[in-house]
């Protein structure tokens, strides 16, 4: 195998994502580009996987998010809406509850990820319960790995307790939200640190130009 070549993919019901894809982007990323970027995420989100059933489906949509992150930058500068991304340390609780309320009350007026720089298994169930009671639904969520595309095409890094792990990119706009993580934690505590969340994204939609 040359070092050009892709590389050998680790389940082969990858190839029918890395098609899909391939048409989706056809003009844009080479077959090779996509299919190392899914390789890259099936490899990031099998390391700290329990149950490995949706390993599959999921490294696809991971690939289709890092490839529009690619996309944008390579795009006009200023182009596209705004878009927002929380980081913190699993992925599993407050950055996956502050990405599901801002992209629920920003009614498609932006593009909002979440990512971890440790992703844990799965989010937390707690965490979904809260938003479900909040009208807000999780159940496609999953955490998902920091990816430098992601970093890169962001507007605005909001950070949430990874400390140093949190990645600095020059020109980004940066927030640091100061909240407890739920895990472990009752429900009750949770339904507080939901509203604390949400009192955060009244503040950075009201800092926000109009769109």
């Known amino acids: 195998m040359t070092a050009s070549s892709p590389p050998v993919l680790p389940d082969e019901r990858l190839a029918a994502g890395i098609a899909r894809l ?3 982007h056809r003009g844009h990323f080479s077959p090779e580009t996509i299919q190392r970027l899914v390789t890259d995420s099936y490899a990031r989100l099998a390391e700290p996987a329990r149950v490995h059933t949706h390993l599959v489906v999921l490294a696809e949509r991971l690939t289709a998010e890092r490839l529009d992150a690619l996309a944008h930058i390579g795009g006009a500068p200023g182009s596209g809406l705004p878009r927002v991304l929380f980081v913190c340390s699993h992925n599993a609780g407050r950055s996956q509850m502050a990405a599901a ?3 629920h009350r920003a009614g498609g007026r932006m593009v909002v990820s979440s990512a971890g720089t440790l992703p844990a298994a799965e989010v937390e169930p707690v965490v979904a319960q809260v938003l479900t009671e909040a009208g807000v639904d999780l159940t496609d969520a999953f955490p998902k790995p920091l990816t430098d595309e992601v970093v890169q095409a962001a507007d605005i890094v909001v950070t949430m307790g990874c400390g140093d792990a949190c990645p600095i990119v020059p020109g980004r706009r ?10 472990g934690a ?3 505590v949770v339904r507080g640190i939901r509203d604390e969340i949400d009192a955060h994204i009244t503040e950075l939609l009201a800092s926000l130009p109009s769109t």
């Open 174 to 183: 940066y927030l640091d939200w100061p909240v407890t993580d739920p895990e």
């Open 22 to 24: 391939a048409v989706r």
């Open 101 to 103: 309320l801002l992209a």
């Open 186 to 188: 009752p429900i009750a």
